[in-house]
């Protein structure tokens, strides 16, 4: 499902934007910094769903562009049967960012939906606008291009918010194979929550605010779903749940706009909050990112914000597009993986099964699990929110707080060494600074873990007849 946030600058006590969110899925997650590549002419690249999908589609391959961005982005192994690995977005080398949310499709558009449906999915066009876009716009435009060349493979409707330090624009890709989409901009004024996607009341035909394919206003004409002479288009209405804004955003668009409107207005603990909160963040959030949208002197200095699990028990650290790898311990691990139950670090038998081999390195697997080991916590701090939750939260915001009060030092140091001319020096503070920064949170989260599984198992709470006690939540 995840979630998403957008806050314009004018909201800002720093002056630029922010994008943040998390990812809603179930799987195992990591961490990965894909670097800038080139393709040879006529390189392709496979996309869509398979046919073992929940909902079922034809595998594909489409062409790949000359050349790739570097980019920072979470990948994980499953959701409804789409092919992993997958992505949410992350932050490129340009300072675009991507977050994926889901957005159901009218029940109808769904039911359309062709069982040998082609096309990027919703993985598929994050990692594409990663690795393509320039600007946020663009990367509306990419999308658009690609369903209308390639077609889209659908699990029942999805959106993206796409953020420069300029805008944003939220995307939202119907079902039913008809190569529906519709997208609308976000200013410096806006505070926009996505969970799910939507978008209202469009014009009736596109303008500098909102873009979609000529044929989506009569689509619903044709389908007998949409009358002009009724009144204004509304897309949510139409061709979505009909649900308008959800509860759980107007709740947090309200919150964060009394935050505006306070002089300091919305600071970096400000937007922690809004993806860290356990009103919203709970066992469901696979992993928690904020980025700034900025455009420093040299794009290794672009920072997103990244926390291994959902945030209301975990630290977002800051990590850099400039680090050349991510420590062993926030890559991938067996522990969540899809398939990996049936695999084994043992290849006698690869000629015969190659998928009885697994596919985490025996290298990878050895280190600890930071997805394991704040899963834990977090559940930990959920079996007895009265003091546990409140104590580690007030740890991780602490944290936080000391890690941006350092981090403009370390974005000068490494800025010197690179106008220097010593770029690889400047990747190496920036490894040795992010990677020092999440081993030790990690070793904190590993005593915080260990010490509140002594103080409940003291008082009796871990009986499983106790069954499963979570945080309420908005949505």
């Given at each position: 499902?995840?979630?998403?946030?957008?806050i314009?600058?004018?909201?800002?006590s720093?002056?630029?934007?922010w994008?943040?969110?998390y990812?809603?899925?179930?799987?195992s997650?990591?961490?990965?910094?894909?670097?800038?590549r080139s393709?040879?002419?006529?390189s392709m690249?496979?996309?869509?769903?398979?046919?073992?999908?929940d909902l079922p589609?034809?595998?594909?391959?489409?062409?790949?562009?000359?050349?790739?961005?570097?980019?920072?982005?979470?990948?994980?192994?499953?959701y409804?049967?789409?092919?992993?690995?997958?992505?949410?977005?992350?932050?490129?080398?340009?300072?675009?960012?991507?977050?994926?949310?889901?957005?159901?499709?009218r029940?109808?558009?769904?039911?359309?939906?062709?069982a040998?449906?082609?096309g990027?999915?919703?993985?598929?066009?994050?990692?594409?606008?990663l690795?393509?876009?320039?600007?946020a716009?663009?990367?509306?435009?990419?999308?658009?291009?690609?369903?209308?060349?390639?077609?889209?493979?659908?699990?029942?409707?999805?959106?993206?918010?796409?953020a420069d330090?300029d805008e944003?624009?939220?995307?939202?890709?119907?079902?039913?194979g008809?190569?529906?989409w519709?997208?609308?901009?976000?200013?410096?004024?806006?505070i926009?929550?996505s969970?799910p996607?939507?978008?209202?009341?469009?014009?009736?035909a596109?303008?500098?605010?909102f873009?979609?394919?000529?044929?989506f206003?009569?689509t619903?004409?044709?389908?007998?779903?949409?009358d002009?002479a009724?009144?204004?288009?509304?897309?949510?209405?139409?061709?979505g749940?009909?649900?308008?804004?959800?509860?759980?955003?107007?709740?947090?668009?309200a919150?964060?706009?009394?935050?505006?409107?306070?002089?300091?207005?919305?600071?970096?603990?400000?937007?922690?909050?809004?993806?860290?909160?356990?009103?919203?963040?709970?066992?469901?959030?696979?992993?928690?990112?904020?980025v700034?949208?900025?455009?420093?002197?040299?794009?290794?200095?672009?920072?997103?914000?990244?926390a291994?699990v959902g945030?209301?028990?975990a630290?977002?650290?800051?990590?850099?597009l400039?680090?050349?790898?991510?420590p062993a311990?926030?890559g991938?691990?067996?522990?969540?993986?899809?398939?990996?139950?049936?695999?084994?670090?043992?290849p006698?038998?690869?000629?015969?099964?190659?998928?009885s081999?697994?596919?985490?390195?025996?290298?990878?697997?050895v280190?600890?699990?930071a997805f394991?080991?704040?899963?834990?916590?977090?559940?930990?701090?959920?079996?007895?929110?009265?003091?546990?939750?409140?104590e580690?939260w007030?740890?991780?915001?602490?944290?936080?707080?000391?890690l941006?009060?350092?981090?403009?030092?370390?974005?000068?140091?490494?800025?010197?060494?690179?106008d220097?001319?010593?770029?690889?020096?400047?990747?190496?503070?920036l490894?040795?600074?992010?990677?020092?920064?999440l081993?030790?949170?990690?070793?904190?989260?590993?005593?915080?873990?260990?010490?509140?599984?002594?103080?409940?198992?003291m008082?009796?709470v871990?009986?499983?007849?106790?069954?499963?006690i979570?945080?309420r939540?908005?949505?």
């Amino acid at each position: 499902m995840s979630y998403a946030i957008f806050i314009g600058r004018n909201h800002s006590s720093d002056g630029h934007a922010w994008l943040a969110g998390y990812g809603d899925e179930p799987s195992s997650h990591w961490l990965e910094v894909v670097p800038a590549r080139s393709h040879a002419p006529g390189s392709m690249i496979t996309v869509g769903v398979s046919p073992k999908a929940d909902l079922p589609g034809k595998r594909s391959d489409i062409a790949q562009v000359a050349q790739t961005a570097r980019h920072l982005r979470v990948s994980y192994s499953h959701y409804l049967g789409v092919p992993a690995p997958i992505t949410n977005g992350g932050l490129n080398e340009h300072g675009v960012a991507v977050r994926d949310v889901w957005s159901p499709s009218r029940a109808d558009l769904i039911a359309m939906t062709p069982a040998d449906q082609t096309g990027p999915n919703y993985s598929d066009l994050a990692r594409i606008v990663l690795e393509r876009a320039r600007t946020a716009r663009e990367g509306v435009e990419i999308i658009a291009a690609l369903i209308a060349e390639h077609g889209y493979s659908c699990y029942g409707g999805n959106s993206h918010l796409i953020a420069d330090p300029d805008e944003a624009w939220v995307v939202i890709e119907f079902s039913g194979g008809r190569g529906l989409w519709v997208a609308e901009r976000l200013g410096p004024d806006t505070i926009r929550a996505s969970r799910p996607g939507y978008i209202g009341v469009i014009p009736a035909a596109p303008d500098d605010d909102f873009l979609f394919p000529a044929h989506f206003i009569q689509t619903a004409i044709d389908l007998g779903w949409y009358d002009p002479a009724t009144g204004p288009f509304d897309v949510n209405t139409i061709y979505g749940d009909g649900k308008g804004m959800w509860e759980g955003v107007r709740w947090v668009e309200a919150e964060m706009r009394a935050r505006a409107a306070t002089p300091g207005k919305i600071a970096l603990a400000d937007v922690i909050w809004s993806i860290a909160t356990e009103k919203l963040t709970g066992d469901t959030a696979g992993y928690g990112q904020v980025v700034p949208l900025v455009h420093p002197r040299h794009d290794a200095l672009r920072v997103m914000w990244h926390a291994p699990v959902g945030p209301a028990t975990a630290p977002l650290v800051p990590v850099f597009l400039g680090m050349s790898d991510v420590p062993a311990e926030f890559g991938p691990h067996r522990y969540l993986t899809e398939g990996e139950s049936a695999r084994f670090h043992d290849p006698r038998h690869a000629a015969r099964n190659p998928d009885s081999v697994s596919h985490v390195p025996q290298a990878a697997e050895v280190t600890r699990s930071a997805f394991q080991i704040y899963k834990r916590l977090m559940h930990l701090a959920f079996m007895q929110q009265d003091p546990l939750l409140a104590e580690v939260w007030d740890h991780w915001r602490r944290t936080e707080a000391r890690l941006a009060a350092e981090l403009p030092d370390v974005l000068r140091s490494a800025e010197i060494l690179i106008d220097q001319g010593e770029a690889r020096l400047g990747a190496r503070l920036l490894d040795e600074h992010a990677r020092t920064r999440l081993l030790s949170a990690l070793a904190e989260a590993e005593a915080l873990a260990n010490a509140a599984e002594m103080r409940l198992r003291m008082r009796g709470v871990l009986d499983p007849a106790n069954g499963t006690i979570l945080p309420r939540q908005v949505w």
